[in-house]
C-alpha cells in the first residue's frame, strides 16, 4: 500500500462552506488573526485547547521521535476533528510552511498522513507560505490581506510586551487581564473596517490604559524566554511558562513575532547573497523587510514616547547581536536569530535567560546549547538554562530546574 497522501486543494467554493480550524500558538495574536481572517470573508475558529488528550493523539499519529510541536499540532488538529463538533465534510485545516528543512515545513505532511490514517483523508490541508510551496484557489494572499497580518502581529506584539510589564506588578489581580481582553476584541474588530491603520491614535490609547493599571513600585527578577517559536510562545508546548514565572513572583519577556516574521525574509535575501539563489524571493524580501522594519519602528517611537514602558529593540538592531558568534549561513530552523535574540536580552539588563526546545531539537543544540559557553564567557553575569520538552517530560523536574535558576537569579537582584 501507497503511504503517499494526495493533497486536497481548498477551492473557492470551499470559503463559503468550510470552516477552518487554526492551531492555536499565542493568544492574542491569533484571537486578532482569527478575526483578520473572519474580515476577509473566511469562517474559521481557533482551536485553544489545552487538555491531555491532545497529546495522546499526537502521540498515537506523530512518531515519539519527532519534534515535539509537531506532535502538539497535529494532535491538537486531530483531537478537535474527534470531538465530534464539526461536520468533517465541511472543515478544513491551516498550517505554516516557512521553507526551510525544519518543522514549519514538513508538519503539513505529517498532518495529512495523521488525516489518511483516521479516515479524513478528504480534509483539506491550506498551506500559508510566501514561497509557492503549495497554492489554493480558495485561500490567496491579496495586499489588503497581507497589510492587515502585519498589523494584526504587530499589535499582538506590542499588547503582550506591555502586559508583561504590567502582570507582575499589578495591585488588583485581574485588572491586567482585563485589557488584555479589551484590547484584543478591540483591535480584532478594527480589522473589519479602515480604522486598524490609525495606528499612532491607538497605540496611545493603549499605552494609557495599560499605564492606567494600578501597579506596585519594585524591582522583580526579569527572565526572557527564548527557544523553538512554538515551544517559546504556546502554554499548550511550555506548559504554560509564562505563568509558572509569574507565580514565582518573576518578569517574562518574549520578543515580538514581529522579529521572526522579519528573520523569515532576512533569510530569503540571504539565500541569494550567500549562495546566489532565489533572485526573485530575495527582490520580495527587500521591499518585505523595509515595510516590516518601518512598521515595528513606529510602534516602539510610540512606546519611546510615551515613556512609561521599556520599549522593545528593533529588528535591525537584534540582528547583529550574533555577528561575532554565529554565522547567518545557520538559519535552519530559529538559527541565528536565537542566538541574537539570548544576547539583546543580555544587553537590555535581561541576564536571566531560559531557552525551551524540543527534545533532541538539533537546531536548537546548534544555535541555543552550543553558544551558551561563549556567551556566558563574555558575559559572565548571565543565567542561562535550556529546558527541554517531549510528551514523557516531567513537569516537576522541569519546573525545579527553573526554580534553580530564579533562585540564582534572586540572589544576583540583592546583590
Not at 131 to 154: M, R, V
Not at 295 to 323: P, T, W
Not at 327 to 345: A, F, P
Not at 380 to 385: D, E
Request: charged share 25%; proline share 3%; aromatic share 8%.
Amino acid at each position: 500500500m501507497s503511504n503517499t497522501v494526495e493533497r486536497v486543494e481548498f477551492t473557492t467554493e470551499m470559503k463559503k462552506t468550510h470552516t477552518i480550524l487554526i492551531p492555536n500558538m499565542l493568544n492574542m495574536h491569533f484571537e486578532i488573526l482569527e478575526q483578520m481572517l473572519i474580515s476577509e470573508g473566511y469562517k474559521v475558529e481557533l482551536l485553544k485547547t489545552m487538555h491531555h488528550n491532545i497529546v495522546n493523539e499526537g502521540v498515537k499519529n506523530v512518531h515519539n521521535d519527532t519534534c515535539y510541536p509537531a506532535l502538539l499540532v497535529v494532535g491538537q488538529m486531530i483531537d478537535a476533528l474527534k470531538s465530534g463538533k464539526y461536520d468533517l465534510d465541511k472543515v478544513a485545516l491551516i498550517i505554516t510552511q516557512t521553507g526551510g528543512g525544519c518543522r514549519a515545513s514538513n508538519y503539513i505532511h505529517l498532518l495529512r498522513k495523521a488525516l489518511k490514517n483516521n479516515g479524513m483523508a478528504h480534509v483539506p490541508v491550506i498551506s500559508v507560505n510566501f514561497y509557492g510551496l503549495e497554492k489554493n484557489s480558495g485561500f490567496q494572499f491579496t495586499y489588503k490581506f497581507i497589510i492587515k497580518a502585519i498589523y494584526a502581529i504587530i499589535y499582538g506584539d506590542m499588547l503582550m510586551w506591555i502586559s508583561n510589564q504590567c502582570k507582575p506588578y499589578e495591585i488588583n489581580p485581574g485588572d491586567t487581564e482585563k485589557v488584555d481582553h479589551k484590547w484584543t476584541k478591540k483591535i480584532a474588530d478594527s480589522l473589519h473596517s479602515p480604522s486598524f491603520l490609525r495606528v499612532k491614535k491607538t497605540y496611545k490609547a493603549i499605552l494609557d490604559d495599560y499605564a492606567a493599571i494600578p501597579r506596585r513600585k519594585e524591582e522583580k527578577v526579569r527572565v526572557g524566554i527564548v527557544g523553538e517559536i512554538y515551544m517559546k510562545y504556546s502554554p499548550l508546548g511550555n506548559n504554560q511558562l509564562e505563568e509558572f514565572l509569574l507565580k514565582e513572583g518573576a518578569e517574562p519577556v518574549l520578543s515580538g513575532l514581529m522579529d521572526f516574521i522579519a528573520y523569515c525574509c532576512e533569510n530569503m535575501i540571504l539565500d541569494y547573497d550567500l549562495y546566489n539563489i532565489n533572485k526573485m524571493n530575495r527582490n520580495f524580501a527587500r521591499v518585505a523587510m523595509k515595510y516590516l522594519v518601518h512598521s515595528q519602528n513606529k510602534m516602539i517611537k510610540a512606546i519611546k514616547k510615551h515613556g512609561e514602558f521599556r520599549a522593545m529593540a528593533n529588528f535591525n538592531k537584534v540582528k547583529v547581536m550574533a555577528n561575532d558568534y554565529i554565522s547567518k549561513g545557520v538559519k535552519m530552523g530559529e538559527g541565528w536569530l536565537l542566538t541574537c535574540e539570548m544576547i539583546e536580552l543580555i544587553h537590555s539588563g535581561v541576564n536571566n535567560v531560559i531557552c525551551t526546545q524540543p527534545f533532541g531539537c538539533l537546531p536548537n543544540h546548534i544555535v541555543a546549547k552550543g553558544m551558551m559557553r561563549k556567551i556566558k564567557d563574555n558575559y559572565p553575569q548571565s543565567n542561562i538554562v535550556a529546558i527541554d520538552y517531549d510528551p514523557g517530560a516531567s513537569t516537576t523536574n522541569q519546573e525545579n530546574r527553573i526554580k534553580l535558576m530564579l533562585s540564582n537569579a534572586k540572589m544576583n537582584l540583592e546583590k
